[in-house]
């Protein structure tokens, strides 16, 4: 369990930050870069719990705890060390995209297939849901830089493409099924 008796420290002032595994780098860093848009992304499913209920709330409640995980993930590098750490590295899981393809596919179920892109909006809990789903990509994009720079964990990466996945679905459940949906007419403002 992790016990916070002081919330400032004061390390941070210079511009740095320590990692998981201690290494100090600027706050401007890759990796910092992509873990600070990950806990973004967990703040915006903070505001659509607002207008969430039941099953749906719950699975929400499920993957701001597995952003935590993949908080943790993101911010320990040097996957290739994991065995000499002294506790092992917290790393998502197949299975954690497992459950989020499991449940896409379950709510998808219930949808008419589209006809049209969708639009950002309709419900209250859609729209929280659309900005949940572009600053979810934003950090999948930083995720990738990163990959492309250093050894990032690849579950970690699939979980992010398939929570922007998730939550598009999510945003048409949350629009009556769909029936709600805010669709995007080519040229109709020309």
């Given at each position: 369990?992790?016990?916070?008796?002081?919330?400032?420290?004061?390390?941070?002032?210079?511009?740095?930050?320590?990692?998981?595994?201690?290494?100090?780098?600027?706050?401007?860093?890759?990796?910092?870069?992509?873990?600070?848009?990950?806990?973004?992304?967990?703040?915006?499913?903070?505001?659509?719990?607002?207008?969430?209920?039941?099953?749906?709330?719950?699975?929400?409640?499920?993957?701001?705890?597995?952003?935590?995980?993949?908080?943790?993930?993101?911010?320990?590098?040097?996957?290739?060390?994991?065995?000499?750490?002294?506790?092992p590295p917290l790393r998502m899981t197949q299975g954690q995209v497992d459950r989020l393809e499991a449940e896409i596919d379950a709510m998808n179920d219930a949808l008419e297939p589209l006809r049209s892109f969708v639009l950002p909006g309709g419900s209250a809990l859609a729209a929280h849901l659309h900005l949940c789903r572009t600053v979810t990509?934003?950090?999948?994009?930083?995720?990738?830089?990163?990959?492309?720079?250093?050894?990032?964990?690849?579950?970690?990466?699939?979980?992010?493409?398939?929570?922007?996945?998730?939550?598009?679905?999510?945003?048409?459940?949350?629009?009556?099924?769909?029936?709600?949906?805010?669709?995007?007419?080519?040229?109709?403002?020309?």
């Amino acid at each position: 369990m992790v016990v916070l008796s002081k919330i400032y420290t004061r390390t941070g002032d210079a511009g740095t930050t320590a990692l998981g595994d201690g290494t100090r780098v600027p706050k401007t860093s890759a990796r910092v870069e992509a873990y600070g848009t990950v806990d973004e992304a967990n703040a915006t499913i903070g505001l659509a719990r607002l207008h969430a209920e039941g099953e749906l709330d719950d699975r929400l409640a499920r993957i701001q705890n597995d952003l935590f995980d993949l908080g943790a993930d993101m911010c320990r590098p040097g996957m290739a060390r994991d065995a000499e750490a002294e506790y092992p590295p917290l790393r998502m899981t197949q299975g954690q995209v497992d459950r989020l393809e499991a449940e896409i596919d379950a709510m998808n179920d219930a949808l008419e297939p589209l006809r049209s892109f969708v639009l950002p909006g309709g419900s209250a809990l859609a729209a929280h849901l659309h900005l949940c789903r572009t600053v979810t990509r934003r950090a999948e994009r930083l995720a990738m830089a990163l990959a492309g720079q250093e050894d990032v964990n690849a579950a970690a990466v699939t979980y992010l493409n398939r929570l922007s996945d998730w939550f598009f679905v999510a945003s048409r459940i949350a629009n009556d099924d769909g029936r709600a949906d805010v669709l995007w007419v080519p040229g109709a403002n020309r």
